[in-house]
């Protein structure tokens, strides 16, 4: 059985790439390191079938470097061991190694002086975050380049080519695509390549017939020979925490169709623990003193989320995000924590006040501890102006209201009544 179309498809020369022309575009970096024949070893990382294993066989073919390829997680030290033996004695040899975040130390520490002599050009491809999954001593050895997902132009291209080449492509069999059938293929791709070109490749070899002169393939045959793909991250996977990260700014924006989009897509990922953690979160940090009403609400919702379970949880999920969108936002409250917090950190604290001491044990009171201290209850409006904090911080002033609501408003006044009372209590 011959290789996929996708496969044979695979550019030979750096000018046959398509997508990415940041890299691989005139005068970019990857093409100049091909033109001077100066390669360095690279972590390409980004989505799936968008050219990482293009690039790299791109490289070699352009090169005339011998081009092999292993896999981080499945190949071990043996077969290391036979491409190093190889790279020295042809010079030099480019290694496309899939899933460079699974490399243990063993494979690293084997490979380190191989990269420092330049014998093994390492072309290493993830869909990881490389800064997060890649150990430092591999990343300091290496480019490292974000590849992005194919436009459309660039899937379309790509298809027309596979159409037209008798040798490795579609050719021979005489494929009219209708313009229905394109854009479908190229949707459910949804900027993978590798997916849309055996995808198009099952639509032509289970609709030919040899007495045909030509080949029509329609929208329902693309419907049926390729999947929509699965855009939800993988729940451990750097792309997953990106989600995440679009989703808690998108409400904080209020944006509330991009939240939904996000929303949907976390739900397809089947994580309900994640996106209660976030919405949580997102309750008290973006939407805060703003409107103390949409804490109740959003905990209500996930009460419900939890009892429910997918695929319901949808709908109470949906209900919270779409009202933290509309919601009035304020981060006063975190900003006032983090100072406070920051002020410990950073600066010289003195004792507790001796009043505020607990006093329920023997021997408090020669300490002096609790004495002097004004119980609040006894006084008119329950309150009666004392220090509280430590001397040294006897002037912080960590909450700083911003009235984005009338419930913010209302706090901001009635603690702006209480500092000047407290003041006025000192004098």
Partial sequence: MSAPLAFRMRPQTIADIVGQQHLVGKDKIINRMVKAKRLTSMILYGPPGIGKTSIASAIAGST?????????????????????????????VVLLLDEIHRLDKTKQDFLLPMLESGKIILIGATTENPYISISPAIRSRTEIFELYPLSSDDISQAINRALSDQTNGLGKYH???????????ITRSNGDLRNALNGLELAVLSSYQEESDQLTINEAIIKDSIQKQNI????????????????????????????????????LSGDLPSIIRRLTVIVFEDIGLANPQAWLHTMTAIEAAEKVGFPEARIPLSNAVIELCLSPKSNSSLAAIDQA?????????SDIPSHIKDAHYSGAEKLGSGVGYLYPHDF??????????????????????????????SFKNQYQKLKDLQRKGRR
């Fill in 232 to 267: 939800s991250a993988d729940k451990n996977g750097d792309s997953h925490y990106n989600l995440l990260s679009a989703f808690q700014k998108s409400i904080r924006g209020s944006d509330t169709d991009a939240a939904l989009h996000y929303l949907a897509r976390l739900i």
């Fill in 341 to 349: 917090l920051s002020d410990i950190q950073t600066k010289r604290i």
């Fill in 380 to 409: 008119e409006n329950d309150f009666i102006a004392q220090d509280y904090l430590p001397n040294s911080l006897k002037n912080a002033h960590y909450f700083k209201p911003k009235g984005n609501s009338k419930f913010e408003i």
């Fill in 175 to 185: 494929v009219e695509l209708t313009d229905e059938a394109r854009e479908l293929l």
């Fill in 64 to 92: 005339k470097y011998a081009f092999r390829q292993l896999n981080a997680a499945t190949d071990g030290k043996k077969e290391l061991k036979i491409v190093a033996e190889e790279a020295k004695m042809s010079g030099a």
